[in-house]
């Protein structure tokens, strides 16, 4: 069975922090690895990642991605209140003629003024 | 990004009816799209690929004859919530896309 883990479950920091989150997963047929920034509604696409060591960005949010280690990273710095939300990690996966996404908990980042 | 449009975007019903969720693809064609349920505090779990012009796949765990996918076009998906009991209340939500996923504004169920 396919497999996403994602740490921390939670954290709280004060605008201007840098965070980390983590992504570990364990699928078979690998296709990508996606991050999702989840606020009231459905999620919004932040990654697609499918190439290791390759860094994508997009403003303050960055994300890596290690297909020999199975994780990614998804970073944010100079933190604002606005970056407060659940981001959810997805795999992508092959399984016969259907490729799917199998999502972790997610992190729920609390930015304090 | 691609666009996916839900309709409706929240609904009550009484116990017993049926309940019908449309995902459209608006600027591309899908020939796969996803259905996912989400419960308060939790992650998107999937509940099925919805396949243009053949049956849809579901996950372990999910009733096909209660959670009715129809997949007509290539823009359009349908999930019908049959007989619908307030276990079933959450919120639904599609995705689909060219490449990666892009999900629709979802469908908050309320069962009474």
């Known amino acids: 069975e396919d497999k996403v883990v994602q740490s921390p479950l939670s954290l709280v920091v004060h605008e201007g922090d840098t965070v980390t989150l983590n992504c570990s997963y364990e699928?078979?047929?690998?296709?990508?690895l996606l991050w999702y920034k989840q606020e009231k509604k459905a999620p919004t696409f932040l990654f697609m990642l499918?190439?290791?060591?390759i860094e994508k960005k997009s403003g303050r949010l960055s994300s890596i991605l290690d297909k020999k280690e199975l994780f990614s990273i998804l970073n944010i710095t100079a933190t604002q209140t606005g970056d407060s939300a659940i981001y959810l990690c997805a795999v992508g996966a092959s399984g016969g003629s259907n490729y799917k996404l199998t999502f972790g908990k997610g992190t729920l980042l609390t930015v304090n003024p | 990004g691609a666009v996916v449009s839900q309709h409706p975007s929240w609904v009550i019903c009484k116990s017993g009816t049926s309940v019908k969720i449309e995902c459209r693809s608006l600027?591309?064609?899908?020939?796969?799209m996803f259905w996912y349920r989400q419960f308060p505090k939790q992650s998107l779990m999937l509940m099925a690929t919805s396949n243009e012009g053949s049956k849809a796949t579901y996950e372990q765990g999910v009733e096909k004859d209660k959670f009715l996918i129809n997949h007509a076009s290539l823009t359009l998906s349908t999930l019908t919530v049959t007989s619908a009991h307030p276990e079933d209340s959450s919120f639904y939500i599609c995705?689909?896309?060219?490449?990666?996923?892009?999900f629709g504004p979802g469908t908050r169920l309320t069962v009474l």
């Open positions: 600027d591309f064609q899908a020939t796969t």
């Open positions: 499918t190439s290791s060591g």
């Open positions: 995705s689909a896309g060219p490449g990666e996923q892009f």
């Open positions: 699928v078979t047929n690998f296709r990508s």
